[in-house]
């Protein structure tokens, strides 16, 4: 659905925290990808929102829901294994991401997934040494 908004009154609009729920569905299926993006981050977007978005063409739209605390963790799950590391370094940064994936995110390919798992506050002592592992067995190949 079009709006008449230009582009910079719907990035100030998702800047807004009182933005109402209606334009934040709205603008999830505008056409630039930056404003999609804009609502995948803002943290009163509903979960239905984010899940559609979570399906994005758009690896920065998928990215900003992977990092959205909201975001479900079915959706989490989904976009742990997406084949873009920024997603997958989002799903690590997220701080309520399940330790399951937290575990699976630590053995990642991508460093700064690993370093994203490392940094997270949720991260266990086990999943640490994962993570170390997994960056002394990737250095030494």
Do not use: C, W
């Amino acid at each position: 659905m079009k709006t008449t908004l230009s582009y910079k009154q719907k990035i100030e609009i998702l800047k807004d925290p009182n933005t109402t729920l209606k334009l934040l569905k709205l603008l999830a299926t505008d056409e630039d990808f930056l404003v999609r993006g804009g609502v995948a981050r803002n943290p009163n977007t509903p979960q239905k929102t984010l899940e559609l978005l979570a399906t994005d063409e758009d690896f920065l739209v998928r990215g900003g829901v992977a990092e959205n605390p909201n975001t479900p963790q079915k959706t989490l799950e989904l976009l742990a294994t997406d084949e873009y590391f920024y997603v997958r370094r989002g799903v690590a940064q997220n701080p309520n991401t399940p330790l399951n994936l937290l575990e699976l995110l630590a053995t990642d390919d991508n460093s700064y997934v690993r370093e994203a798992v490392a940094q997270n506050p949720n991260t266990t002592e086990y999943i640490q040494r994962l993570v170390i592992m997994t960056d002394s067995l990737k250095t030494v190949h």
